[in-house]
């Protein structure tokens, strides 16, 4: 059984052609999102055993998500079809250089997901022998059923013992007139928060690490993303490691902070010192900021490797 987990709905996503108004648009190019179905990948790109867990409709999107995600060397057997309820969709959008997302996911099949879900065999022993489950405050902002069942998740983490990582993934589109405190919660009971310096502003009305931590509590380690700059980790225990961001021309950034989060991750279970978790994080997300999906290629073994070990001096 793999050894990471990630829980939350993937999309078919249909890209239109950039710079042309939506409304002019004849044809889409297709491929597939979702915040935690991109770290899945990443973390199978990286070769760490990842499956993804959620639903999906049983239909002709729900089967390309699923080769998808195969083709890329993730685990699906905890996948569940739901004859009734459709494969989510998202329309990426990007015009006077701003890339806008479309959701058509209300009444999907992964909004359908409960906490009697994490009750299916197939669910509950991949989780109980996985080290890392990773989600997202997008799957709290799908259903109230979806948000109650990331309240028993992290029950569950204390009975099975996996690390529980959580990147905020702040979607104001998805929230609306929600009320964000189940995500508070969540977040509070992590054991890694990730979270864009940007958005914690939006979501948190801070990005300073040290106010970030008095509001999520002793529990989580802080990865905070600066963007195009650098991203830094707070350690329960107060120390601090930041590492400069590479430097891309960037085609289109939606996915990117998946992918960090992928290498952050991948670099955790393989054990590596801070700052190279942190390296593997840069490396990842500058793949993905240099095209137009949500996710990218694998980067080459040697040069990651050679990126990870070179000098402070060298790497900034
Ligand atoms: O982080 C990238 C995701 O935002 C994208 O793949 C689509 O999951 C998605 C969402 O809900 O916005």
Not at 25 to 35: D, K, L, M, N, T
Not at 272 to 283: F, I
């Amino acid at each position: 059984l793999p050894r990471a987990i990630c829980l939350g709905e993937a999309m078919v996503m249909l890209a239109g052609e950039s710079g042309v108004p939506l409304e002019d648009v004849e044809s889409f190019r297709r491929s597939v999102g979702g915040a935690e179905c991109n770290v899945a990948g990443g973390l199978a790109a990286l070769g760490v055993s990842t499956g993804w867990i959620s639903r999906l409709g049983d239909d002709g999107f729900g089967r390309h998500v699923v080769r998808d995600l195969q083709a890329r060397g993730v685990e699906v057997g905890g996948v569940e079809k739901d004859p009734d309820r459709p494969t989510a969709l998202y329309v990426k959008h990007t015009i006077d250089g701003h890339s806008r997302m479309y959701y058509y996911r209300s009444s999907s099949a992964a909004a359908a997901m409960d906490p009697t879900f994490l009750d299916r065999p197939e669910v509950w022993e991949r989780l109980a022998s996985a080290e890392l489950v990773h989600t997202t405050g997008i799957t709290v902002a799908i259903s109230s059923t979806a948000a109650a069942m990331l309240e028993r998740l992290a029950e569950l983490r204390d009975r099975y013992g996996f690390m529980l990582s959580v990147d905020l993934n702040w979607r104001p589109a998805l929230w609306r007139d929600q009320d964000p405190a189940p995500l508070w919660r969540l977040l509070r009971a992590a054991d890694v928060v990730l979270i864009g310096a940007d958005e914690a502003l939006v979501f948190a009305g801070t990005n300073d690490p040290a106010e970030l931590r008095e509001l999520l509590g002793a529990r989580p380690t802080l990865v905070v993303k600066n963007d195009s700059h650098s991203a830094l980790v707070l350690e329960p225990d107060g120390r601090r490691t930041e590492v400069p961001a590479v430097t891309v021309d960037v085609v289109e950034p939606v996915g990117a902070g998946d992918a960090f989060a992928a290498g952050y991750l991948a670099g955790t279970l393989q054990g590596l010192p801070v700052a190279q978790r942190l390296r593997l994080g840069h490396l990842s997300a500058a793949a993905v900021l240099a095209v137009p999906e949500d996710h990218a290629a694998p980067l080459d073994p040697a040069v990651r490797q050679a990126l990870l070990s070179c000098s402070d001096e060298e790497w900034a």
